[in-house]
């Protein structure tokens, strides 16, 4: 069964950077999707950056274009949010998600803190 764990969370100062990493412990074929969501306390989870393995298109929500990048390693199948600039308002609990032809995977996710 593949799971996908999550790492590089934590807490962070206003202004600063994260790496968030996520990886299949097992193989997921023809995926055509990766991406990341967030879920903070008493809001619904929200898609953050979501990208389509079929033409490489990403889309990004609007409160973090030009500060997060997602990106892939096709080998390994994992999937990195780069978080710049972070600010509270980011504060969250992270999800990975992966969908291939076997179904849609989501990690257990992942707490990041943005507070001085």
């Known amino acids: 069964q593949v799971q996908l764990v999550e790492s590089g969370g934590g807490l962070v100062q206003p202004g600063g950077s994260l790496r968030l990493s996520c990886a299949a412990s097992?193989?997921?074929?023809?995926?055509?999707?990766m991406g990341w969501y967030r879920q903070a306390p008493g809001k619904q989870r929200e898609s953050v950056a979501v990208?389509?393995?079929?033409?490489?298109?990403?889309n990004y929500a609007d409160s973090v274009k030009g500060r997060f990048t997602i990106s892939r390693d096709n080998a390994k199948n994992t999937v990195s949010l780069q978080m710049n600039s972070l600010k509270p308002e980011d504060t969250a609990v992270y999800y990975c998600?992966?969908?291939?032809?076997?179904?849609?995977?989501w990690g257990q996710g992942t707490q990041v803190t943005v507070s001085s």
């Open positions: 990208m389509f393995t079929s033409g490489g298109s990403i």
């Open positions: 097992g193989s997921i074929f023809s995926i055509y999707v």
């Open positions: 998600q992966i969908g291939g032809r076997s179904g849609v995977y």
